[in-house]
Structure formats: C-alpha cells, structure tokens
C-alpha cells in the first residue's frame, strides 16, 4: 500500500509538474527538483528481489569461439498458455548463440503504463515473470547462449521512445531479468552493448542497438491506415530527431573501428525497407542516412543488418546505402503471427515475405567465405533464403 501511494503521488507530480510539491517534502529528502528525480527517488525504495530474473542460461561463447551459425527470434507473447513451436525447435537447434531482439514480451498489453499511472510497471513485471515460468523459453536457455535487445513492448510502452517517463525502471527490469546489470551495459542509460568472438580473420561482432531510450517522437501519419503511411510518415529533412542519442551515436562509432570481419548491427526495427509506413528508421530518414554514413566513413566492412518488430520476417539488399552491398534479415515473430501470408513488396525486399510464426538463422561458412540467411518456418524448416558473398560486403 506505501508503495502504491509513493507511485501515485510520484506520477501525480510527473504529470501535473507542480511548482509546490509540499508532500514530496515530506516523502523525499533532499527534496526532488524535477519529475524524474522524484520518479527515480521512488524507484530506488523498490528492491532487486522484487524484480523478476531470468533462469539461468547457457554462458556466452569464449571470445576465442568460432561462430557458425546464429538464430534469432523476435515477438514473443508470454500470456499464450501452449508452448511456441519456434522456441522448442530453436532448443534442439545446434547454434552457436540466440539474439532474441525484442518484444520478448509484451508487457502493455492492458495499457501503456503511462496511461494507466502504472508507475510500478506492474504488468511489465508480471509479464517478464511469467516468460520466466515457461518450460519453452527454459528449454531455449538451458541449451542456447543469448543475446538481447529490447523493443517496445518490453520496455513498457507501444512505441514510444524518449517520451516514456518510467523508461529507466523498464530499463532497470530488463537488465536484472536478463543478468545485465552487473555487465558494461548495466553501468550506462540504455540497453545498447557489444560482444565479439573468434580470432583474427574469424571475428564476429553484435551490436545490441537500443532504437527507443533516446528516441524521438514519430510524425504521425496523414491518412492512418494508407498502405505506406499505415501510422507514421518520414520526419522532413533537418527536423533534429533523434535515434539513438548522442552518447550510443558515440559508442557506435567506436564499436565499428574496433577489429571485426563480420559485424551483425542489431536494431529492433527495421533499417533497409522504406516503402511502409510502420516504425522503422525510414521514418527518421536524417538518422537512417546518418548509420549509413557513419558505417561508409569508420570504414567498417562486413556489416549486415538484423531486425524484427513486424510480424512477418522479410529478407532485403541495397546496394546503394553503402559502399559495398547493404543486407538485412527480418525474422518475427515467434508466437504472434496476424496473418498467414504478406503481400507487402518493397524496392528492396528479396521474395516474399512470410508470414507465419518463424524464427531467422544466420550460417556463416568461413570456407566458402559467404554467409546464408535463412527464415525458417514453427518447425524449424527454411522458408526463405539469401546468400551473400564476402566479397559482397567489402571483405576479401
């Protein structure tokens, strides 16, 4: 009951910004001079041990590991009583690692937080403890290393970026669920963080991008619902938006001089296509040139793009973004599929889309020197597939 009316009086004062906060006074001291420091004085009464935490999982590949073959998965709601097809079968998978890129639950599903005054992020929590619970994901941690990033609806809010006041407490949950808040990442704002494997002329790097701590508000569509302008349109050139903050933007550009032969950048929302009108960094067209310019100029070679967020997984190449060819697999979702098939088609796409619940494998053949990406069906059977050579990505 304390608890509820600290959240209550803290979000009061969030949202109203009062001049006069006589009884925060009294609750806090010294007394908070702004929303989110009396938000983030509640924040620190709440304990660990009422944060939920992932089981245990698999450790990370040696930094020395060879890595041949990487699954990935986004879209997972936990509330679906019957096990996910997709995890069960990326369990028995031999792979070397497991990015789960985000909705890894959907913990807004009664609301956004900051509508219903959820300071607490009740169901956030709830929804976190309740993946924790399923023998599937169990099953996945247990026999995979992972990975994560995060999207929208587990940190807390449907697309919403730097807008959303209870963000660090999302971000605190995340990190604790995921066994991240003793690691580099738990010591910066921000889910973002790296790891490479292998030696020299086998190294591999993933870049966990975080594309909604710093994120700025989306242009709203003119004619919602329009194929292409479904929910947003791109912001005009030289609007100041942002995507990933000065400080990631930052650290970006360091983690792509550091020594690599493949980098797998990692964003929740898709990077390539530009023809829909749903998230993506086609919306903030600015900062989408940005990534590319500031790939073209660390000369960092050997980039591929990975997604998800769509409910359709959907394989692309540009070959004019970057100085060599621009490819990008979209893998989603594990257990939320709205549709049996997509009849979307972007200038960039290779084939069809696919729709059904799915997961994505990247196959590195460090022989051959090509990489495979491949979407593959709930039972693990590839559905769609792309290869691309080295060479194609300013190696060799």
Same mark, same amino acid.
């Given at each position: 009951m304390r608890r509820t009316l600290f959240s209550f009086v803290a979000v009061l004062f969030l949202v109203s910004c009062v001049s006069q906060p006589v009884v925060l006074t009294k609750?806090?001291?010294?007394?908070?001079?702004?929303?989110?420091?009396?938000?983030?004085?509640?924040y620190d009464t709440i304990p660990d041990a009422d944060l939920p935490v992932a089981p245990p999982g698999a450790a990370l590949p040696s930094e020395e590991a060879i890595l041949t073959s990487i699954l990935i998965g986004s879209c997972l709601d936990e509330e679906r009583a019957e096990p996910a097809e997709t995890l069960m079968r990326i369990a028995e998978t031999p792979a070397d690692l497991f990015l789960m890129i985000g909705d890894n639950v959907y913990g807004d599903k009664d609301g956004p937080a900051y509508?219903?005054?959820?300071?607490?992020l009740t169901e956030l929590r709830a929804s976190f403890a309740e993946l924790a619970e399923r023998p599937d994901f169990?099953?996945?941690r247990q026999s995979k290393p992972m990975m994560v990033a995060w999207d929208d609806h587990d940190s807390g809010a449907n697309d919403m970026g730097i807008g959303f006041a209870f963000r660090g407490f999302a971000e605190r949950i995340h990190?604790?669920?995921?066994?991240?808040?003793?690691?580099?990442?738990?010591?910066?704002?921000?889910t973002y963080y790296a790891r490479r494997f292998g030696p020299e002329g086998k190294r591999v790097q993933i870049i966990m991008l975080d594309t909604r701590s710093f994120r700025?508000?989306?242009?709203?569509?003119?004619?919602?619902?329009?194929?292409?302008?479904?929910?947003?349109?791109?912001?005009?050139?030289?609007?100041?938006?942002?995507?990933l903050g000065a400080v990631q933007w930052t650290w970006l550009e360091n983690q792509l001089q550091q020594p690599a032969d493949l980098r797998l950048i990692v964003?929740?929302?898709q990077v390539l296509p530009t023809s829909h009108g749903w998230e993506a960094w086609a919306t903030l067209p600015d900062e989408r040139s940005r990534l590319f310019d500031l790939i073209n100029r660390t000369g960092a070679a050997g980039v591929v793009f990975i997604s998800g967020d769509r409910h359709s997984a959907f394989l692309y190449e540009n070959s004019t973004v970057l100085s060599y060819k621009a490819a990008e697999l979209t893998t989603s979702s594990l257990n939320l599929s709205f549709s049996k098939?997509?009849?979307e088609m972007d200038q960039h796409q290779v084939g069809a889309g696919f729709s059904p619940e799915n997961f994505g494998a990247v196959q590195i053949d460090? +022989? *051959? #020197?090509?990489?495979?990406?491949?979407?593959? +069906? *709930? #039972?693990?059977?590839?559905?769609?597939?792309?290869?691309? #050579?080295?060479?194609?990505?300013?190696?060799?």
């Open positions: 609750l806090f001291k010294p007394k908070p001079e702004t929303p989110q420091q009396a938000l983030a004085y509640y509508i219903n005054n959820d300071a607490d169990l099953a996945v990190e604790r669920f995921w066994g991240l808040e003793s690691e580099d990442v738990g010591h910066w704002a921000g700025s508000d989306l242009t709203p569509t003119e004619t919602w619902g329009a194929p292409g302008q479904e929910r947003y349109q791109p912001a005009v050139a030289g609007s100041m938006q942002d995507m964003s929740s929302i098939e997509t009849f460090w +022989d *051959a #020197r090509t990489l495979d990406f491949e979407i593959r +069906d *709930a #039972r693990g059977e590839t559905v769609r597939a792309h290869k691309v #050579r080295f060479s194609e990505l300013g190696l060799d």
